[in-house]
């Protein structure tokens, strides 16, 4: 499975942006769906995930109430919903999917088993 990141850009503090990760050779039904970001000098840290069945969803508390994950089965495709974003939200965004994971498991990176190559975003303060 190939996954490929977009949507990112440049935004201003407070404004909005929405993520999209297209999946393409392979199915995403029965995958678990995340978002992961990266800032330099950090480590990859983990944004938001969608369970394999599509119904729970979970999110770091840095993002709550402000980021929403869904996902399109039909389309191979899932998406981040990103809202009142300011600068420390700044990073280069992975999409990742991940066929055996468990709920406890969706939060590590080395869960996932296919990756995106990331798309930047960048908010302006």
């Known amino acids: 499975v190939q996954l490929q990141a977009s949507g990112g850009g440049l935004v201003q503090a407070g404004g909005s942006l929405r993520l999209s990760c297209a999946a393409s050779?392979?199915?995403?039904?029965?995958?678990?769906l995340g978002w992961f970001r990266q800032s330099p000098g950090k480590e990859r840290e983990f944004v938001a995930a969608i369970a394999r069945s599509g119904g729970a969803t979970y999110y770091a508390d840095s993002v709550k109430g402000r980021f929403a994950v869904s996902r399109d089965n039909a389309k191979r495709t899932w998406y981040l919903q990103m809202s009142r974003l300011d600068f420390e939200d700044t990073a280069v965004y992975y999409c990742?999917?991940?066929?055996?994971?468990?709920?406890?498991?969706?939060?590590?990176?080395?869960?996932?088993?296919?990756w995106g190559p990331g798309t930047l975003v960048t908010v302006s303060s």
């Open positions: 050779g392979g199915t995403i039904i029965g995958h678990a």
């Open positions: 990742a999917a991940g066929a055996r994971i468990i709920t406890s498991s969706l939060g590590r990176p080395s869960a996932y088993d296919y």
